[in-house]
């Protein structure tokens, strides 16, 4: 093992993966399942039409709590946290002064806090960013040492409710508590992949025994990072450091959804979140929007993978770029997202995207590529 490779960390299903036949990448400081001997490809049908069973153990799970607990959290998400349900899930960006995205993240409230889902690489600075905002007002308790599991597919309810048999209770964005051989397991009907599926979290100690009780039912297989990536951009899903960054706001990455009408101009709780300035301001259109996140399909069978520099047919000069991108496997032809001034960024508009020193025709195309099958009850 080279040097570089043994100062990554390793997830508590480590040595599965390595029994399972997995190949390995490094990804945010962690060796990690990039496939199978089977294949991305098969990996990705499998989720499509059965379950398919993910480590993500390299993110990082924050417990927020205490009676101030929400209105701290609303300083620094522009989400509705204080009507938030019990035992309901939110999608929510953490922003900076500026408006630009520090991190996009999952948050449920639970019977006693919340709990907050991460992304890997920006999990310490995530941690740091919120105990200085807003540490004095909750406690904040990272369990970075949790396992995260995910079983995504058609068939991840049929088989997870053999262990947890109140999984088919949930509807998507929802969560609850279950027991498991003693083990408490927190659960989310939620997801990276379009389908319908769960998130664990659970002890590190009982996730190679849960994950194995997961892939002895007949629909389960183990998947890797590069089908999660394809599942997820065929879903029109960011993944922070390639389609949003410190550099993006929530209004050009197309996420305003993600900011309810409460925390916009007019709302109860109007503003008051980082960023709120510039942000709201983009969203009435007093403030500038210079680019747009869009959809890309190419009309040639070339593959156009970040960072593709995008120009106008008839203009060599850059306007934008690629972002993310690969050959979809569900719908076999070239697909991506990418950045394009809003002039550009309308359903129909025929862009070139510069491959290898040759141009290539897309055209820009709604979002999402393949339509979620979500289950919403």
Not at 243 to 270: F, H, M, Q, Y
């Amino acid at each position: 093992m080279s040097a570089a490779a043994a100062d990554l960390l390793t997830t508590a299903l480590h040595a599965l993966h390595e029994e399972l036949g997995a190949r390995f990448v490094p990804f945010a400081g962690y060796a990690m399942p990039v496939q199978y001997p089977e294949g991305l490809l098969r990996e990705h049908q499998h989720v499509r039409q059965a379950a398919g069973l993910f480590d993500v153990s390299h993110m990082g799970q924050i417990v927020v709590s205490g009676a101030q607990a929400a209105a701290a959290l609303e300083t620094v998400l522009p989400i509705d946290v204080l009507g938030l349900g019990l035992h309901r899930q939110r999608y929510g960006l953490l922003l900076a002064d500026d408006g630009g995205i520090l991190d996009d993240l999952m948050l449920v409230r639970r019977d006693h806090d919340y709990l907050l889902v991460v992304n890997g690489a920006c999990k310490h600075a995530d941690l740091a960013h919120l105990q200085a905002r807003i540490g004095a007002h909750c406690t904040l308790t990272p369990q970075f040492e949790r396992a995260l599991l995910a079983l995504q597919g058609p068939l991840a309810a049929q088989a997870l409710q053999q262990l947890l048999p109140q999984a088919q209770e949930l509807v998507f964005m929802t969560g609850l508590t279950a027991l498991w051989h003693g083990v408490e397991v927190y659960l989310t009907r939620s997801g990276y992949t379009g389908e319908d599926g769960f998130e664990m979290s659970l002890p590190a100690e009982a996730a190679p025994e849960f994950a194995r009780a997961l892939l002895a039912q007949p629909e389960v297989k183990p998947i890797g990072l590069g089908a999660r990536n394809s599942l997820r951009l065929e879903a029109g899903l960011c993944l922070y450091g390639n389609d949003i960054d410190r550099s993006t706001t929530p209004v050009e990455a197309n996420l305003a959804w993600a900011i309810p009408k409460v925390r916009r101009s007019g709302g109860a709780r109007a503003g008051g979140f980082a960023g709120a300035a510039r942000v709201l301001g983009q969203l009435q259109g007093t403030q500038p929007v210079t680019r747009l996140r869009v959809g890309l399909q190419a009309l040639q069978r070339v593959p156009v993978r970040e960072p593709a520099p995008l120009h106008r047919p008839d203009d060599p000069h850059p306007i934008g770029q690629v972002t993310s991108g690969l050959l979809s496997p569900s719908l076999d032809v070239p697909i991506a997202m990418g950045y394009v001034p809003p002039a550009c960024a309308a359903p129909g508009t025929r862009l070139h995207a510069l491959v290898r020193g040759k141009p290539v025709p897309m055209e820009v195309v709604p979002l999402p590529f393949v339509p979620p099958r979500y289950h919403r009850g």
